[in-house]
């Protein structure tokens, strides 16, 4: 039991009531990245030693060249994480921030490399002279959403605690493809053609346009000696030729001399720290899976739902989600769950945003209550809200450990990602989200990286009836994310099982539960895991990826009374499954997402 005065049960009562009637917390933005295609010809891979998996084939390799040198899982993400920012610069890069989990054969260890908002900002950051808030374009575009940058502090966090590779190693993959040039990619043209803000940008334009204004064609060959340069300062100095000096300069300079100018600042840059935090654990069935916990809205709302989905369970048997095999579809994965198991997922998806909304924000300036919210008994109540037929809109529960009540988080989250992962010779494991925010972040360039737009990750609006909203911007403080990197371990032998996540913005925490109840309940090999329609609830339609679903499912989920949404649905997951047969042999499994371009690689 909790204790909650009689003041404070009233304010939840009025904004529990607020969050029931006001729909338009339930209304989403479209997938902050465009389609490119859903490939046809991918399949599990499988290695003995080691896997890395990217989101590009050209980070992918640089993951494994380090792993062949010996490296660790944590060598391996850095060596990525440099590239991406040179071949896929519209969704993660060093002007960016990260969320890391990382395992060493005996720990589990979470990494916030999220941005933070500089000293000068306030809350009204993106509210016009009259009060109502910026449209998201008006918001995003210049240095006023650009927040701290945080990637290359979390990594070399990380790195020396677990680094098997000299730092400046890491970096020689990213060097030479950036002076030798690499060939612009069909998804990352399309990107640049669908995005009209690039001209806008001087270097932007010079670098991704040709002189007619015209997006560089697929196959066309990108040099970068600007970030080759900025790479070869990372790999001599460390992170601190980023934060301090030069290019740090250029940042600042660049973001408060913008037309649309922010606050950042030279003492910002060289005041950021990453944080060490207690990674979120939690047993489902015969697993631990472990996530990350706030800033991050990822690791709750995966453990709220795989928690709800066990509950059902054990309320009764007939509502387990093991038993709903995939079925042969029409869809380009051949697979579709049952509409059975999209209902579950989907109303257990509903409680977790319901949550999310109201409670979840930077837990170093909001009292989280994360323990009330995964705990066993709770989820059992809420999942005695799931029925036959669907709820259409949660309302927030009413967890242990709350002690502020706050308005709900009406703005919807945009964010480009990129998600790596990777095991190394010896067992440990990563799993790391990396985001500009939306496509091509802020689209302030500074010496060949993208910095981020990442304070529209913030509420634009601070309060609503006298009541703060929990994710407000405040000075110094992370904004919220949905990011989910997830490692999963068996309960009895405690070895890893697998290394998962996706970007995608708020539909992170979809593809992720699909992807980890598809693999553990459904027992899919990663890729097939993967390939699996995408699906669920944001607590608003019931959604389904466009043209993945039969019709015979669809009606099944409109009987059940569910409003259905078929949108596009980006995903970016990668997966690494690790196990171990009755000889004590490991074998890898990996698998990339058909809807980008990645692949995973392993020897």
């Not at 240095?143 to 701290?148: A, F, H, L």
């Amino acid at each position: 039991m909790f204790s909650i005065s009689r003041r404070q049960l009233s304010v939840l009562a009025a904004t529990l009531a607020l969050a029931a009637c006001n729909t338009s917390v339930n209304e989403q933005p479209p997938a902050p990245e465009l389609g490119s295609g859903y490939r046809t010809d991918l399949t599990p891979q499988h290695a003995e030693r080691h896997m890395a998996a990217a989101a590009n084939p050209l980070a992918a390799e640089a993951g494994r060249e380090m792993l062949r040198m010996g490296g660790s899982a944590i060598d391996a993400a850095v060596a990525m994480q440099a590239v991406l920012t040179l071949v896929e610069p519209q969704s993660s890069g060093i002007g960016g921030g990260a969320f890391i989990m990382l395992w060493d054969g005996e720990n589990v260890h979470a990494y916030d490399g999220r941005e933070t908002a500089p000293a000068g900002t306030t809350e009204r950051l993106f509210l016009k002279a009259n009060g109502k808030p910026m449209a998201f374009p008006e918001a995003q575009i210049g240095g006023r959403s650009v927040g701290t940058p945080g990637v290359l502090r979390a990594l070399e966090m990380a790195h020396r605690k677990t680094g098997h590779l000299q730092w400046a190693k890491l970096f020689e993959p990213a060097i030479r493809l950036a002076e030798q040039g690499f060939a612009i990619s069909p998804r990352l043209h399309s990107l640049i053609a669908a995005d009209r803000y690039i001209q806008q940008s001087p270097d932007m334009a010079a670098y991704f346009l040709n002189a007619d204004g015209t997006p560089k064609a697929t196959g066309t060959v990108l040099k970068n000696p600007a970030l080759a340069n900025v790479f070869k300062r990372i790999a001599k100095e460390g992170p601190d030729a980023l934060y301090h000096g030069p290019i740090a300069e250029e940042i600042a300079s660049k973001v408060q001399g913008n037309r649309n100018a922010g606050s950042l600042s030279l003492a910002d840059l060289k005041g950021y720290t990453a944080k060490e935090r207690m990674p979120l654990c939690t047993d489902y069935k015969q697993w631990k899976v472990c996530g990350m916990p706030p800033p991050s809205s990822g690791g709750i709302a995966i453990a709220q739902i795989l928690g709800t989905l066990q509950a059902l369970e054990a309320r009764d048997p007939h509502l387990a989600i093991a038993p709903m095999q995939p079925l042969k579809s029409s869809s380009p994965a051949g697979l579709e769950p049952t509409p059975d198991a999209v209902h579950l997922l989907a109303e257990a998806g509903r409680l977790a945003f319901a949550d999310r909304g109201l409670y979840v924000a930077d837990a170093d300036f909001i009292p989280v209550p994360v323990a009330g919210l995964i705990a066993p008994d709770y989820l059992a109540k809420r999942a005695a809200l799931i029925g036959e037929r669907s709820m259409g809109i949660a309302k927030p529960g009413v967890p242990a450990g709350i002690q502020v009540a706050y308005a709900p988080d009406r703005s919807p989250l945009r964010i480009s990602t990129s998600q790596v992962v990777a095991v190394d010779d010896l067992g440990g494991a990563v799993s790391m989200t990396t985001t500009v925010e939306a496509a091509f972040g802020s689209h302030v360039m500074v010496q060949g990286f993208l910095l981020n737009n990442q304070m529209t990750d913030f509420s634009f609006i601070p309060e609503e009836n006298g009541q703060p909203v929990a994710n407000r911007v405040e000075p110094g403080k992370r904004p919220r994310s949905a990011m989910a990197p997830t490692l999963v371990f068996d309960r009895k032998s405690g070895e890893l099982l697998a290394t998962v996540g996706s970007p995608g913005g708020s539909q992170i925490i979809e593809y992720v539960s699909k992807s980890l109840v598809a693999m553990l309940d459904w027992k899919l090999d990663p890729q097939a895991a993967i390939n699996l329609p995408n699906f669920g609830s944001r607590n608003g339609a019931t959604e389904l990826e466009t043209g993945m679903f039969s019709p015979s499912l669809k009606q099944a989920l409109k009987d059940k009374g569910h409003a259905l949404s078929e949108i596009d649905m980006t995903s970016g997951i990668q997966a690494i499954v690790r196990t171990r047969d009755a000889q004590g042999k490991v074998s890898l499994s990996g698998g990339a997402d058909p809807r980008r371009e990645g692949e995973a690689v392993g020897d």
